[in-house]
């Protein structure tokens, strides 16, 4: 007597049934299982929540006859359109790719992953089950990329947007070795907001050490300048959510170069008084190092090829008498730039 837009559907469902019977029909009647009738020959009905509902067709004719049909309507539940994916976190993974993360929506048959590169205008960029996605196909030590999440239930129905994911992009200049000017980005946009930016160094161990907690998207570095064997200082920012999921997104790796210096004595008294006891050369950003040491004829009497051994004074165990001697220094920069130097030393006794 009756036929159903589906059978097998997810809610919130409009079921659309329609009349199929034959011949005179005095009154309808259409039980639909959740409580609720109608006497309307092709009735829509709407069904919020889900659930199997027997739906059951009574007809009358005009003699009184009683005929019945009844169908079973199978809902699982699904988006309404309003609900919404949790956005958590973007990581930068290297400087060459960003991991982003939702939260697994129990309605959710797939999601669609929409990505913008100016931030501006989104368009689909990948279907996945999966609730991470890492994406390779990006500069985040350069530009910010933006994500949002749409969940598909299994009647391929659309979820509303998550908040907007974006990749943290640290930058940052140097004067010379004085001082560093640090900014980056915000990350949009958690679902408590974002309770603070913590600023890191790398250490000579390669773990990221705290500098500061700020609010804003600016630091100036008063300390840039942090050991001269290392040929650059690396940050990053590590954004905390507040309250909430406590979830945490990390930005690029920003590494800034210190500049090239080299300290050059001109005299020393290796006498052990704990000064001045080695003809030593100090640098920054030296990669390389070559040192030779003549005497007055033109004999070589030092080499060294490591910037933190210098010269005692001797040749062999032989103490050199006082005097001036002279030195060449072949140095190659971190850069790939190549420095040579010649001069004399003082040595004091």
């Known amino acids: 007597g009756f036929k159903m837009s589906q059978t097998h559907y997810c809610s919130p469902y409009l079921l659309q049934i329609t009349d199929t019977s034959l011949g005179k029909v005095q009154n309808w009647l259409y039980e639909f299982g959740d409580g609720s009738d109608t ?4 009735p829509a009905h709407l069904y919020s929540n889900a659930g199997n509902y027997k739906i059951v067709q009574t007809l009358t004719g005009p003699t009184g006859c009683v005929t019945k049909d009844s169908a079973i309507l199978h809902l699982r539940k699904g988006f309404s359109g309003k609900e919404e994916i949790n956005s958590l976190t973007s990581n930068v993974i290297d400087n060459q790719s960003v991991l982003i993360n939702w939260q697994n929506h129990p309605d959710a048959f797939r999601y669609s992953i929409f990505k913008s ?7 689909h960029y990948f279907s996945q089950t999966d609730t991470f996605y890492k994406d390779i196909k990006v500069k985040p030590a350069e530009k910010v990329y933006s994500y949002k999440i749409t969940g598909m239930d299994s009647c391929s129905r659309p979820s509303a947007d998550s908040r907007v994911m974006k990749n943290i992009l640290l930058t940052g200049i140097t004067h010379e070795n004085e001082y560093a000017i640090l900014n980056w980005t915000a990350y949009e946009l958690w679902q408590n907001g974002v309770k603070e930016y913590i600023l890191e160094y790398q ?21 840039f300048f942090s050991s001269i064997r290392q040929y650059e200082k690396c940050y990053r920012i590590r954004a905390i959510e507040n309250a909430g999921n406590q979830q945490q997104s990390l930005s690029n790796v920003l590494c800034l170069p210190y500049t090239a210096v080299i300290w050059i004595p001109n ?19 030296i990669k390389d190092f070559n040192l030779r040491v003549f005497d007055r004829w033109g004999s070589k009497i030092f080499e060294s090829n490591s910037i933190y051994e210098g010269w ?13 001697y002279s030195f060449q220094l072949n140095i190659r920069l971190q850069d790939g730039k190549n420095l040579f130097h010649s001069g004399t030393i003082h040595l004091i006794r």
């Not at 006497?39 to 092709?42: G, R, T, V």
């Not at 590169?117 to 368009?123: A, I, N, R």
């Open 203 to 223: 250490d000579s161990t390669g773990v990221f050490q705290p500098i500061v907690s700020s609010p804003s998207g600016k630091y100036t570095d008063l300390n």
């Open 117 to 123: 590169d100016d931030e501006v205008g989104f368009y």
């Open 267 to 285: 005299a020393f008294s290796p006498n052990a008084d704990g000064l001045n006891d080695t003809f030593s050369i100090k640098g920054i950003s």
């Open 312 to 324: 005692d004074g001797k040749y062999g165990d032989r103490i050199c008498p006082a005097g001036i």
């Open 39 to 42: 006497n309307i020959a092709s």
